[in-house]
């Protein structure tokens, strides 16, 4: 089984930045494509960035251009960096298996919060 322990939120003006870190036990993380979710209140958890075992990135149109998703696999590590934070990125964030979430998976997850 692979735990997943989330870092890195708080909080932070319009305009500011984060850096969020998941750290993962288990040899089986770095086959993984992971993914960064996020959840905010009243609202169904979104992947916002994935990565591949290999390093291929995707974003959503909302993440793209100011998110950064990286990982390494030598320290079991993925990482999200986020800029140019808005209101709307407030959420609570988590890391999983981008493709297919692992649900006995899900950490407790990191609060970022965005004021206007």
């Known amino acids: 089984q692979v735990q997943l322990v989330e870092s890195g939120g708080g909080l932070v003006q319009a305009g500011g930045s984060l850096r969020l870190s998941c750290a993962a036990s288990?040899?089986?993380?770095?086959?993984?494509?992971m993914g960064w979710y996020r959840q905010a209140p009243g609202k169904q958890r979104e992947l916002v960035a994935t990565i591949s075992f290999g390093g291929i990135t995707k974003y959503t149109d909302s993440a793209k251009g100011r998110f950064i998703i990286s990982r390494d696999n030598g320290k079991n590590t993925v990482n999200l960096q986020m800029n140019s934070l808005k209101p709307e990125d407030t959420a609570v964030y988590y890391c999983?298996?981008?493709?297919?979430?692992?649900?006995?998976?899900w950490g407790q997850g990191t609060q970022v919060t965005v004021s206007s």
């Open positions: 999983n298996k981008a493709d297919g979430p692992l649900q006995d998976s």
């Open positions: 288990g040899k089986i993380f770095r086959l993984l494509p």
